[in-house]
């Protein structure tokens, strides 16, 4: 069995817009949230705001826990937890350099996420614009008990959503 590939991403809307990246992934460019890997001494919320400024260029506040999904990726088998948070936009910085890999930033609007649905990273991108806009949350405490995340990921994948 494949390990499972645990990342973080951020919901920043703005004015009816979701922030969107578009970065090379396994050889195709793909439109994806700001999101990655968690680093050593990080939580996943420091992970998620850190990825946000390096791959968008912006600096947000994390507000909240939108949730934990889970997807299967349908050639490989491979497991891919995601945890999204939501986040405000404090403020956005084009000069910044962006992660190698990052070809540009975009503000879209979940239409604009459907009518690109073959080019999303996974499923996992809009399902959880679809779940911000129906109001779906979860609370902040889900995660607080499962810490270190890295050596509770069969707690997490128990508490993800399937997409």
């Not at 999101?35 to 909240?64: D, F, Y």
């Not at 934990?68 to 491979?78: A, E, F, G």
């Not at 889900?142 to 997409?163: G, H, K």
Request: charged share 25%; glycine share 6%.
């Amino acid at each position: 069995m494949l390990p499972t590939d645990l990342t973080v991403s951020a919901v920043v809307e703005d004015d009816g817009k979701f922030l969107i990246i578009e970065e090379r992934s396994s050889g195709v460019v793909v439109v994806n949230q700001p999101g990655g890997h968690i680093e050593s001494g990080e939580n996943p919320e420091q992970a998620a705001v850190r990825e946000t400024l390096e791959e968008a260029g912006c600096e947000i506040c994390v507000t909240g826990l939108l949730g934990v999904y889970l997807w299967i990726h349908p050639q490989t088998r491979q497991n891919h937890l995601r945890i999204v948070y939501l986040a405000d936009l404090i403020a956005q910085d084009s000069k910044l350099p962006l992660d190698e890999g990052v070809y540009a930033v975009h503000w879209l609007t979940a239409s604009d996420l459907r009518r690109r649905s073959r080019d999303l990273r996974t499923p996992t991108v809009l399902r959880s614009v679809e779940d911000y806009l129906a109001g779906k949350r979860q609370p902040n405490s889900l995660l607080s008990d499962m810490m270190p995340i890295q050596q509770n990921v069969d707690r997490v994948l128990a508490n993800a959503s399937l997409v």
